[in-house]
């Protein structure tokens, strides 16, 4: 077995693929939930639904060390299988490079036949090395939802409550050049004054129309017409029409909305897998890898 895979831990895989099962078990149950409301009281839909959320979250807390243990193995490995990568380019070169020798004349059939069987088998031990590097560095990647998951987490820089106190001397240098602060020399130091505040213009008066106002006094309203203030109420304001069709109040009465169309299903035979049904989108596609709506945990 290879070194580096002998320190790997994989019973990690194996608790967070457990534990992905029952959540994606739960997250079909909540799809599958939302296509029966129709035929399910509001309060029981909310109860149901509560609780599973519930459990989802607490899968997500129970996984959430062991991503941290499974992303550190993953970033580990990323290295070496750089280096494994690297050296099957190398031997691949070196029996190309022999192939030209060859061909060149410096070596004759025997001594190629033994460098060329050396050099094939270096390649195949290099890439045997680099797959099966490679297999590892995928399962541990596959226990994740998404790549970004495997970026490493950013820190940002808190500051302290010394050095809050005192940004003007924020990565300055000493002033003794001892490595000590500089001595209080009993100066007074005041703090700026503050920038003036900007000039505002004022703003331009309001403009009235004249023939509204006269003399600083609002002009009188114009009379009413006669015929209009001798109308009744009803005719001088009429209600609003009603634009909205009334509903037929006899006939046939309102049909209920027809039930969603049936969905395709998968489900599998194989004994090691959930008896639990796969529900078809108009475009599904099924795998091992995160991108998959149907994932299936096998080789």
Same mark, same amino acid.
């Given at each position: ?172 240098? @000493? ?99 959930? @008896? ?24």
């Amino acid at each position: 077995m290879i070194e580096e895979l002998q320190q790997v831990d994989e019973s990690v895989l194996t608790s967070l693929i457990d534990l992905r099962r029952e959540r994606d078990a739960l997250g079909q149950r909540l799809a599958r939930m939302e296509e029966a409301r129709t035929e399910v009281s509001e309060k029981v839909l909310a109860r149901v639904r509560s609780d599973y959320e519930a459990r989802i979250a607490a899968l997500d807390d129970k996984a959430a060390p062991l991503k941290d243990a499974a992303r550190g193995t993953y970033r580990r490995l990323l290295p070496t299988l750089e280096k494994a990568r690297e050296t099957c380019e190398t031997r691949r070169l070196d029996q190309e490079e022999i192939e030209l020798r060859h061909e060149l004349g410096e070596f004759d059939d025997e001594v190629h036949r033994d460098k060329a069987a050396q050099a094939g088998e270096s390649l195949r031990d290099a890439e045997e090395r680099a797959a099966a590097i490679a297999e590892v560095v995928t399962r541990f990647a596959g226990v994740f939802d998404s790549p970004s998951e495997l970026a490493p987490a950013t820190t940002s820089q808190v500051d302290t409550p010394a050095s809050a106190g005192t940004p003007a001397s924020a990565g300055a240098a @000493p002033a003794n050049g001892a490595g000590q602060p500089p001595e209080d020399d009993g100066t007074l130091m005041l703090p700026p004054e503050p920038p003036p505040p900007p000039e505002v213009s004022p703003e331009p008066p309001l403009w009235v129309p004249s023939a509204a106002w006269s003399h600083g006094a609002p002009a009188a309203p114009a009379a009413e017409e006669p015929w209009r203030a001798a109308a009744p109420l009803a005719e001088r304001y009429p209600a609003p029409v009603d634009l909205e069709p009334e509903a037929p109040t006899s006939g046939i009465a309102a049909q209920p909305a027809p039930p969603p169309p049936p969905r395709a299903r998968l489900e599998a035979l194989d004994a090691d897998l959930e @008896p639990q049904p796969h529900y078809l989108e108009p475009l599904t596609f099924i795998g091992r890898t995160p991108e998959n709506q149907i994932r299936i945990y096998k080789p």
